[in-house]
């Protein structure tokens, strides 16, 4: 963790300011991987994948208990941990991207960054979904 605020955030930076692609993706289970992780945040995009078993995202000063088949996009610059349920063994997916690094070749897209900067300043947003919500996806 590094100092790079003086908002109240400085101490809950993940430092990892650059990833070394614009997409990193990662699996995580149990016993391998220990939850809890602390509150952080960091200025790239992650999305959560639940494969089996529970894990707890607290973001947006909400708690989300995902289990399989659940997705949780998580903003840059939102503070949020990572936990399980005792006794739960779980597996997880974990998708980061810097869209700073995702050149997007038409001109008549809009401009990924401001959408999801405007994306954190509104409460009401979506950004956990449950397994139930993609049945009907083609």
């Given at each position: 963790?590094?100092?790079?605020?003086?908002?109240?955030?400085?101490?809950?930076?993940?430092?990892?300011?650059?990833?070394?692609?614009?997409?990193?993706?990662?699996?995580?289970?149990?016993?391998?991987?220990?939850?809890?992780?602390?509150?952080?945040?960091?200025?790239?995009?992650?999305?959560?994948?639940?494969?089996?078993?529970?894990?707890?995202?607290?973001?947006?000063?909400?708690?989300?208990?995902?289990?399989?088949?659940?997705?949780?996009?998580?903003?840059?610059?939102?503070?949020?941990?990572?936990?399980?349920?005792?006794?739960?063994?779980?597996?997880?997916?974990?998708?980061?991207?810097?869209?700073?690094?995702?050149h997007?070749?038409?001109?008549?897209?809009?401009?990924?960054?401001?959408?999801?900067?405007?994306?954190?300043?509104?409460?009401?947003?979506?950004?956990?979904?449950?397994?139930?919500?993609f049945?009907?996806?083609?």
């Amino acid at each position: 963790m590094q100092r790079v605020r003086g908002d109240g955030m400085e101490q809950l930076f993940e430092y990892s300011d650059v990833l070394k692609t614009p997409v990193e993706a990662g699996y995580f289970s149990y016993p391998e991987c220990q939850l809890p992780f602390p509150s952080h945040w960091h200025y790239f995009i992650e999305m959560i994948y639940v494969f089996s078993g529970k894990v707890v995202v607290t973001c947006k000063d909400e708690k989300f208990e995902l289990s399989e088949g659940d997705f949780i996009f998580i903003p840059p610059e939102v503070i949020h941990s990572f936990s399980s349920v005792p006794g739960n063994e779980y597996k997880f997916g974990v998708i980061k991207y810097d869209i700073n690094k995702i050149h997007l070749s038409s001109v008549c897209l809009p401009k990924l960054g401001v959408l999801l900067r405007d994306s954190t300043l509104q409460k009401d947003l979506p950004i956990a979904f449950h397994e139930s919500q993609f049945k009907d996806i083609d």
